[in-house]
Each structure stands twice: as C-alpha cells, then as structure tokens.
C-alpha cells in the first residue's frame, strides 16, 4: 500500500515562494502519476496540477498557469510543486495525489496524503 507524506507548507506573504514535497513509500511511484490538489476553508478539494510517471506530460489548473511548476524525482520516490508568486486566494491544504495517468487524476479513486497548510497573507 503506498503512502504520501506532504511537507513544505507555511505561512508566507503574497508576492513570495514556497516549495511543496510529497515523499512516496511503495514500488509504484515511479510508474504512476502523481498530482497536486488543494482545499480551501468552505471549498471543494479542487486539481492544481498533474505529472505522468515519465515526467513528460505536465497539466496544470488555469489559475496556476505560469506561476507553479510540478517536477518528480523517481529516484527519491518524490514529486515536487514549485509556487511562485503566490496570492491570498492560493491560500489552502494542498494534498498529492497518487493515480495509474493523468487521465485518471481527476477520478474518485488513488491514493491521497493527509495534506500540507499553505497560507498567503496579502
């Protein structure tokens, strides 16, 4: 059974940049798609971006477009979302998300980790 451990969230001032970890146990990391969803406060868990097990198909969300960036590691079982210039309305639990393709990343079913707060004051 995989488990997804996120880290990297904070506190931080519109305008700045944090880095999002997402550290995977189990053999089929390197051979799924993995994904960034984020929740906010009264808000559906909504998908922010999407890499294939290559790292050769990138999908993002429009309101993210340009500004944040998903990059893998498969040799460290790690998927990565870069944000820059980031806004109060990013402010949310972002989760990754561990699916068979990008095509399916969106779908009910995968596998999720327990969530990192990212918080942007104006």
């Known amino acids: 059974q995989v488990q997804l451990v996120e880290s990297g969230g904070g506190l931080v001032q519109a305008g700045a940049s944090l880095r999002l970890s997402c550290a995977a146990s189990g053999r089929t990391f390197s051979t799924s798609a993995m994904g960034w969803f984020r929740q906010a406060p009264g808000k559906e868990r909504e998908f922010v971006a999407a890499?294939?097990?290559?790292?050769?198909?990138?999908v993002y969300a429009d309101s993210v477009k340009g500004r944040f960036t998903i990059s893998r590691d498969n040799a460290k079982n790690t998927v990565y979302l870069q944000m820059n210039s980031l806004k109060p309305e990013d402010t949310a639990v972002y989760y990754c998300?561990?699916?068979?393709?990008?095509?399916?990343?969106?779908?009910?079913?995968?596998?999720w980790g327990q969530g990192t707060q990212v918080t942007v004051s104006s």
């Open positions: 998300k561990l699916s068979p393709s990008t095509a399916t990343i969106r779908d009910a079913f995968g596998s």
């Open positions: 890499i294939s097990w290559t790292g050769g198909t990138l």
